[in-house]
């Protein structure tokens, strides 16, 4: 069974589920670029805002965040289909940029440790047939149980799997590096591990405080070291 050292104590997890951007890939630069062009025509100061908007909530879907833009940021007449047309401009932005990344092989090394194919579940705020198409474009479906991604929130198909495999919150774990992570594991009372390394959540210390399960590791190396060997 993967076991895991946190804080005190080995823990022994049934199931992982690992975020992507900037946990399996290097991606936050290029959904930070992805969000500002898929908006190019709109105010330079809005457009700002609308990066400053992703980087504070990191794991929530491109769909929510460009809703917030054109009903709060840069309010517009019709909204869906604005949040269409910038959809549409991400989407070819984001797949354009996943070619050129590979995922991390401390990442992948760390998936297998922790049951792999078996148990590991990729859960993003990225679209889910986007984000399928990535992971069998370079050859890591068979690496997870599964990938999940949006329109559907991540909580919500965290909160399914664990029902579906009939899971206590302490047989899981949630490894992330946003507010949207961080929150998911929380409604479900899971344990998080935040990696700091590629994160992009400047406020982040702020709010794990705030929540007793949550761990920190600064680099994937770091957590490398709380594998334990069965």
């Given at each position: 069974?993967?076991?895991?050292?946190?804080?005190?104590?080995?823990?022994?997890?049934?199931?992982?589920?690992?975020?992507?951007?900037?946990?399996?890939?290097?991606?936050?630069?290029?959904?930070?670029?992805?969000?500002?062009?898929?908006?190019?025509?709109?105010?330079?100061?809005?457009?700002q805002q609308l990066a400053e908007h992703h980087r504070g909530h990191g794991g929530i879907s491109r769909y929510a965040k460009f809703r917030h833009f054109f009903e709060h940021i840069h309010p517009v007449d019709d909204v869906e289909e604005a949040?269409?047309?910038?959809?549409?401009?991400?989407?070819?932005?984001?797949?354009?940029?996943?070619?050129?990344?590979?995922?991390?092989?401390?990442?992948?090394?760390?998936?297998?440790?922790?049951?792999?194919?078996?148990?590991?579940?990729?859960?993003?705020?990225?679209?889910?047939?986007?984000?399928?198409?990535?992971?069998?474009?370079?050859?890591?479906?068979?690496?997870?149980?599964?990938?999940?991604?949006?329109?559907?929130?991540?909580?919500?198909?965290?909160?399914?799997?664990?029902?579906?495999?009939?899971?206590?919150?302490?047989?899981?774990?949630?490894?992330?590096?946003?507010?949207?992570?961080?929150?998911?594991?929380?409604?479900?009372?899971?344990?998080?591990?935040?990696?700091?390394?590629?994160?992009?959540?400047?406020?982040?210390?702020?709010?794990?405080?705030?929540?007793?399960?949550?761990?920190?590791?600064?680099?994937?190396?770091?957590?490398?070291?709380?594998?334990?060997?069965?």
């Amino acid at each position: 069974m993967p076991r895991l050292q946190l804080g005190a104590e080995v823990r022994v997890f049934e199931l992982t589920f690992m975020d992507c951007d900037g946990v399996i890939f290097d991606a936050n630069a290029l959904k930070e670029r992805a969000f500002v062009q898929a908006v190019a025509s709109y105010p330079e100061a809005a457009r700002q805002q609308l990066a400053e908007h992703h980087r504070g909530h990191g794991g929530i879907s491109r769909y929510a965040k460009f809703r917030h833009f054109f009903e709060h940021i840069h309010p517009v007449d019709d909204v869906e289909e604005a949040i269409a047309q910038a959809l549409e401009r991400f989407g070819a932005i984001a797949k354009a940029g996943y070619a050129e990344l590979t995922p991390r092989p401390e990442a992948l090394r760390f998936a297998s440790h922790m049951g792999g194919a078996e148990r590991v579940v990729v859960v993003s705020g990225a679209d889910q047939t986007e984000l399928r198409a990535v992971f069998a474009g370079q050859g890591l479906a068979d690496r997870f149980a599964a990938i999940y991604g949006s329109p559907t929130p991540k909580g919500e198909h965290m909160a399914a799997i664990m029902a579906r495999r009939g899971l206590s919150p302490d047989q899981v774990l949630m490894v992330g590096d946003g507010r949207g992570d961080l929150e998911a594991a929380r409604g479900l009372g899971i344990p998080f591990v935040f990696l700091r390394e590629m994160s992009k959540w400047q406020s982040a210390d702020d709010h794990l405080g705030d929540y007793a399960a949550a761990h920190v590791a600064d680099r994937w190396a770091v957590l490398l070291e709380w594998l334990v060997s069965p």
